[in-house]
């Protein structure tokens, strides 16, 4: 394999989801493999770490979309897995251009294998969803815009 080959395949693999690549030629074997980043973080004084799964600027990026629309922003009280409905197999709690009332379950988050029910603190309508099924968020990151 040219170096320059070698090359395009470690880009490749470094700008893709993957974790491990094997290849093998002519007897020359090139294994890569990509450790999760991980975050240690401190939920009610007992820290855990937490895989982080999104792209460093992702909070930044949705703080960006939730600037762009009118209305009251809706931000993670902490951090952990958004989930959209109650199972798998249900409808969400909410689509873009629903009308929620104040305490209205939004969604949900886990975080240490507890399920965090996430109530809209408006009266409104949704105007914008910033996070998707079974994202890793953060803390303070916005999550809905209702106005």
Same mark, same amino acid.
């Given at each position: &394999?040219?170096?320059?080959?070698?090359?395009?395949?470690? +880009?490749?693999?470094?700008?893709?989801?993957?974790?491990?690549?094997?290849?093998?030629?002519?007897?020359?074997?090139?294994? &890569?493999?990509?450790?999760?980043?991980?975050?240690?973080?401190?939920?009610?004084?007992?820290?855990?770490?937490?895989?982080?799964? &999104?792209?460093?600027?992702?909070?930044?990026?949705?703080?960006?979309?939730?600037?762009?629309?009118?209305?009251?922003?809706?931000?993670?009280?902490?951090?952990?897995?958004?989930?959209?409905?109650?199972?798998?197999d249900a409808e969400p709690f909410i689509k873009v251009g629903d009308s929620v009332k104040?305490?209205?379950v939004l969604g949900i988050v886990e975080a240490m294998k507890l399920m965090n029910e996430?109530?809209?603190?408006?009266?409104? +309508?949704?105007?914008?969803?910033?996070?998707?099924?079974?994202?890793?968020?953060?803390?303070?990151?916005? &999550?809905?815009?209702?106005?």
């Amino acid at each position: &394999m040219e170096f320059e080959q070698l090359i395009t395949l470690i +880009t490749a693999v470094s700008d893709s989801e993957l974790t491990r690549f094997s290849y093998e030629e002519n007897g020359t074997v090139i294994q &890569m493999r990509k450790e999760k980043e991980e975050k240690l973080v401190t939920v009610n004084g007992v820290p855990q770490e937490v895989p982080v799964v &999104m792209e460093q600027n992702a909070a930044p990026t949705a703080e960006k979309e939730a600037d762009k629309v009118a209305g009251n922003v809706v931000t993670s009280p902490l951090v952990g897995t958004f989930y959209a409905s109650s199972s798998p197999d249900a409808e969400p709690f909410i689509k873009v251009g629903d009308s929620v009332k104040k305490g209205q379950v939004l969604g949900i988050v886990e975080a240490m294998k507890l399920m965090n029910e996430i109530e809209s603190d408006y009266d409104g +309508t949704v105007k914008k969803i910033l996070v998707s099924n079974e994202d890793v968020i953060e803390y303070g990151q916005p &999550m809905f815009v209702i106005g």
